[in-house]
């Protein structure tokens, strides 16, 4: 069977491994990744939120840190895969609005509003009147907004595509193969074994597998990490040209209870997600997820009746028992961990691939990733 060589071998080219890859390229290493399919799973079924304020959750203050640290990332990034690919990078830098759909649910934006402000973010408590002079065509049943205006929304399929090309530009090469096992040897990760039993030999691994991380082989139980599946459903609307643009900014909703968002894309759709549910690998769309979408979508925004639905599509997301990734040395020396990003894949994109090309060139986790190692779970001491 044919081995190749190589510096760093990728194991996963979602979002966060290519743009590892290509971080990496850039400064001369010799990259390839692996995937089967490459940016067609996790990172192609996302409305691409960046929304660290948004979203945050009671607690996470060092995720929090993390996510801040990325979405401050994310123009230059995108500014340099332009440059580099005559591509966008889909970013697109139009805030976003929260908003409530009955008094239970003002009450949980508002008090969400506070402890974001105790944070130090910036956020702006608007009546429903207020919301709907920035978005007009939103409910007039809409009771109370929170204007979040550093939290922005990225194409992620058009940054898939742009990062593929990014790659292909910088030298990096892909296997269009499933790594079925990590090779070691004594107690040093010394590349992959791929699915036709071929090798790739690299003195570097990354398993940036997104939530099929779990499963690699070869590594001993004790430094597997509780990576699992978490589906979401997301719908595809296209708003016909009289109605543009439907929305101007992110929209997310609490909607009697239930949380939805609604994320507009500059050439007319519009992005509805998303379900959550524990089903393991099961990636079919079901009914009750469409219905659940389009319920609350339209109680917010009543012309989604008039769009063609365009696309119902579930994914997987990589979820960690603290809603964190795994950043960073894996208890295996040559291997590193770059996954389970949950909810923030497209979020951590830059800040990842950042961090990851650090530790390869320094060989030490930088400070802000500490928090975020994979020893938390596996209780077993890494060298940084
Ligand atoms: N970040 C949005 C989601 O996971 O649905």
Redesign the pocket.
Known sequence: MAERTCDVVIIGAGLIGLATAWRLAVDGIQVTVCDPTPGSQTSSV??G?L?PVT?VEYGEDELLALNLASVAAWPAFASELEALTGEPAGLHRTGTLSVAYDVDDAAAIRRLADYQRRLGLEVEELSGREARKREPLLAAGVTAGVWVPGDHSVDNRQAVSTLLRACELSGVELVRQRVDRVLITGTTAVGVELEDGSAIHAGQVIAAAGPWSSQLDGLPAELRIPVRPLK?EILRLRVPPAYRPALSHTVRATARGFAV?LVPRPGGELVV??T?SELGYDTRVLAGGVFALLRDARMILPLVDELELVEAVAGL?PATPDNAPILGPSGIDGLLWATGH???GVLLTPITAQIIAETVHTGVLPSLARPFQASRFTEVKVAP
């Open positions: 996302a409305a939120m929304a979203e979401g968002y997600g998303a959550t997301r949950y909810r923030n």
